[in-house]
């Protein structure tokens, strides 16, 4: 009996492990994605950039971080003085029996003075 609940914990923590190492990763670049995008909105606040161009530099950082992202899904306004740039995109995670997926929405807004 000793051996079977040691074998069923051993299970579950190579389970959370093996979970932890397919689904951390994502969050991660998420984080990484969110402070491009802020720096991005306090940079582009005061510049002469086109939203265009913004949302180009968005997406050629979202592929160095391995984001599956389109330009669709990057949305680029300017309101009066007020930059707001934000994405929104899910990351399909493919683990045996339970895949699923995360999803994600960075944004950032920044107010010239």
């Avoid at 670049?29 to 491009?36: C, I, K, S, T």
């Avoid at 968005?58 to 930059?83: F, H, N």
């Amino acid at each position: 009996m000793k051996t079977i609940k040691a074998l069923f914990g051993l299970f579950v923590v190579v389970a959370i492990v093996y979970v932890g190492i397919k689904a951390l990763p994502p969050y991660f670049a998420n984080y990484q994605f969110e402070d491009v995008i802020e720096n991005e909105t306090k940079m582009n606040s005061y510049n002469q950039k086109s939203d265009h161009e913004i949302r180009e530099g968005i997406l050629k950082k979202a592929r160095e971080l391995d984001i599956p992202l389109t330009g669709e899904q990057v949305k680029v306004q300017r309101m009066g003085s007020e930059l707001t740039i934000s994405a929104d995109y899910t990351v399909h995670i493919d683990i045996p029996v339970y895949p699923f997926d995360l999803h994600f929405t960075p944004s950032s807004k920044n107010k010239r003075i």
